[in-house]
């Protein structure tokens, strides 16, 4: 784990540690047509989110990064049918953080009127929205 130390500057005796931040929880996913809304809960300490994605699932930091970006995240211009997976870091004035669970969507030609996909974790659920 990366440490770095910070004196304060009133007092140089006083210093305080700042660790990388931790990986975001509660990722989600939400497919609508030609686009994903990414979501997550928002991490202490956090200065910005990267989203790494791909289409071949075990997003890794080499994958396709969406850079800077706030919760929730709507990633448009994508094609149905295809699933995407994406995986959330946090960063601090430290650096980047680890990597999030990864989650998957597949954008569909049906509106959220009609249905609502979502993907957390390990699970997917497709629900009828009235």
């Keep these: 784990m990366l440490r770095i130390l910070r ?3 009133r007092c140089s005796s006083s210093r305080r540690y700042i660790d990388l931040p ?5 990722v989600a996913s939400v497919s609508d047509d030609g686009q994903v809304t990414i979501s997550w809960d928002s991490v202490t300490g956090a200065t910005s989110y990267n989203i790494y994605w791909d289409t071949t ?3 890794t930091t080499s994958d396709t990064q969406l850079a800077t970006v706030t919760s929730p995240y709507l990633h448009d211009g994508l094609v ?3 699933t995407y997976y994406y995986a ?3 960063i601090n004035a430290v650096g980047e953080g ?3 669970d990864e989650v998957n969507a597949t954008p569909v030609t049906e ?3 009609t ?3 979502m993907s957390w974790g390990s699970g997917t659920w497709k629900a009828a929205i009235p």
């Design 7 to 9: 004196f304060s500057k």
């Design 22 to 26: 931790p990986a975001p929880q509660n």
């Design 57 to 59: 699932g075990g997003v």
């Design 80 to 82: 149905n049918g295809a």
């Design 88 to 90: 959330v870091t946090a």
């Design 98 to 100: 680890a990597l999030s």
């Design 111 to 113: 509106t959220l009127s």
């Design 115 to 117: 249905w609502g996909i």
